[in-house]
Antibody, heavy 121, light 107 residues
Framework: EVHLLESGGGLVQPGGSLRLSCAAS????????MTWVRQAPGKGLEWVSG????????YYADSVRGRFTISRDNSKNTVYLQMNSLRVEDAAVYYC??????????????WGQGTLVTVSS | DIQMTQSPSTLSASVGDRVTITCRAS??????LAWYQQKPGNAPRLLIY???TLETGVPSRFSGSGSGTEFTLTISSLQPDDFATYYC?????????FGQGTKVEIK
């Protein structure tokens, strides 16, 4: 059974940094793209970033480009989201998600339960 | 980026009703579209992919159709478990984008 477990969320001040982790199990991690999606309180889903399994190409939403970095460690079956220069508007539940294919331009077929990021002074 | 617009934003319906949600894209693409269901406090769940393919384990009362710029999700007979928020997502481009969501409420 596919399982995604996020960690690393918490309270951070504006301008601060956090690193989210997502530990994957139940599938051949190195063969699938991974994606981060966020959901601000009471709002809809926002695609944040994706990373290919074929060549580790990375992709970002305009709202986070230059501040967030996605990476993966296939030896640890883990995908990361390094978030720098955090803003109040980055506060959300961050979901880790597995893509169906090798590239982020494929459907998401499994989601983690999410980790909450709060940005406040 | 491709913008996805869902309508309506909120839908009030009764058990047994036929429900249709529309998703329109700002640019035309083939059928690289998925529908997800989300209940409060839970992660989204994949219902439909490639615009019309039912994910394994999803009840057959759910169906999807469309291509190009207009897509629909239909629930043939609404059940109590179906009251939730539904999102479309295009994955035609690397920066996949979601619609704003449609909340299906009890009438």
């Amino acid at each position: 059974e596919v399982h995604l477990l996020e960690s690393g969320g918490g309270l951070v001040q504006p301008g601060g940094s956090l690193r989210l982790s997502c530990a994957a199990s139940g599938f051949t991690f190195s063969s699938y793209a991974m994606t981060w999606v966020r959901q601000a309180p009471g709002k809809g889903l926002e695609w944040v970033s994706g990373i290919s399994s074929a060549d580790n190409s990375t992709y970002y939403a305009d709202s986070v480009r230059g501040r967030f970095t996605i990476s993966r460690d296939n030896s640890k079956n883990t995908v990361y989201l390094q978030m720098n220069s955090l803003r109040v508007e980055d506060a959300a539940v961050y979901y880790c998600a597995k893509n169906e294919g090798i590239r982020p331009s494929s459907r998401i077929d499994c989601w983690g339960q999410g980790t909450l990021v709060t940005v406040s002074s | 980026d491709i913008q996805m617009t869902q309508s309506p934003s909120t839908l009030s319906a009764s058990v047994g009703d036929r429900v249709t949600i529309t998703c329109r894209a700002s640019q035309s693409f083939s059928t690289w579209l998925a529908w997800y269901q989300q209940k409060p406090g839970n992660a989204p769940r994949l219902l439909i992919y490639d615009a019309s393919t039912l994910e394994t384990g999803v009840p057959s009362r759910f169906s999807g159709s469309g291509s190009g710029t207009e897509f629909t999700l239909t629930i043939s007979s609404l059940q109590p478990d179906d009251f939730a928020t539904y999102y479309c997502q295009q994955y035609n481009t690397y920066r996949a984008t979601f619609g704003q969501g449609t909340k299906v409420e009890i009438k």
